[in-house]
């Protein structure tokens, strides 16, 4: 009986610490399983991706590539698939290494600075 017992106690306890965890909000929102962060938003089923790219920096490229004809999506400071293949066209244009980052070659061609 004590055995029992036990077993249930560390059944009721174990049930009432999964209460205290919180869920993880994406996920049992609805949101696919990404998050916003200020450096960027990372969706699996959108195929974006968290970058360490600062959200005015990415604003600022997305505004240039726009003004110089690419389509970039929204100007919205987020770094999605629109994005990285609008600065790879630009790069294959400007005949600098295709990587689809905001490297170096890049922000100086396209924003005149490193």
Known sequence: MKTQFRNYLIVLASTFMLLL???NINESYGFGGGYYSPGGYYSP???YRTT???YNLVKKAQKELMRKGYK???VDGIWGTK???AVKQFQ???KIAVTGELDTATKQMLLGKN
């Open 83 to 85: 994005t990285s293949n």
């Open 21 to 23: 965890i919180p869920p």
């Open 52 to 54: 360490t790219y600062p």
């Open 72 to 74: 970039v999506g929204k």
């Open 92 to 94: 294959a244009k400007e």
């Open 45 to 47: 089923s959108v195929n």
